[in-house]
């Protein structure tokens, strides 16, 4: 009986000193958080335009896709999260949204006018509505993409990949592994880069 106790008192343990430090990362201003360099895959030699899956989307390579023009294309989800799920990307390859800077803004509220023609053809009502992008490492794709979503989710597990956390203080966003198209405009046009951490 002794033995279960001392592992619940070590899981506790570790949790409290996880919490710890995960709290010391709010504290700390973006700027002087360089792990985001540690953990983007971004210049990893397997994220190349030869290699890219999204660079060759199209309906002879299997994607169903339900919208098209010279700069974007969009497509289904393959493994839909909500009722409605699409991708929207530009056919140039660009990383991430980590890649975007001030100069993007135009191409990104390009992204959500699709999404928000995709969505109106459905009659989904715009508080059902989410779009964002996953932020490297947690991205699955190394290609922009915009995830263009008519709620509600499928499962709480598929929720919980699109997590939407609010920022303080000078801050558009908390830390999380996705970000809302708004939350990004808002990043860019004070000429910020999006991260994981606060930004």
Known sequence: MQRPIQIVRWVIFKLKLLQIFSWAFFLLPYNSLDFEIILSVENSPINTPQSCTFCDVSKEAGFDVVWEDAT???FKDHKPAAQHHFQVSPKKHIGSVKSLRKSDIALVKSMETIGHELLDRLNVPSSMRRMGFHIPPFNSVNHLHLHVQGLPYNSSGRAAKYPVISGYGEYHKGVSW?????????????DRRVGVFPC
């Open 72 to 74: 974007f294309i969009a």
């Open 178 to 190: 996705f970000v809302e198209v708004d939350q990004v405009l808002r990043i860019l046009e004070r």
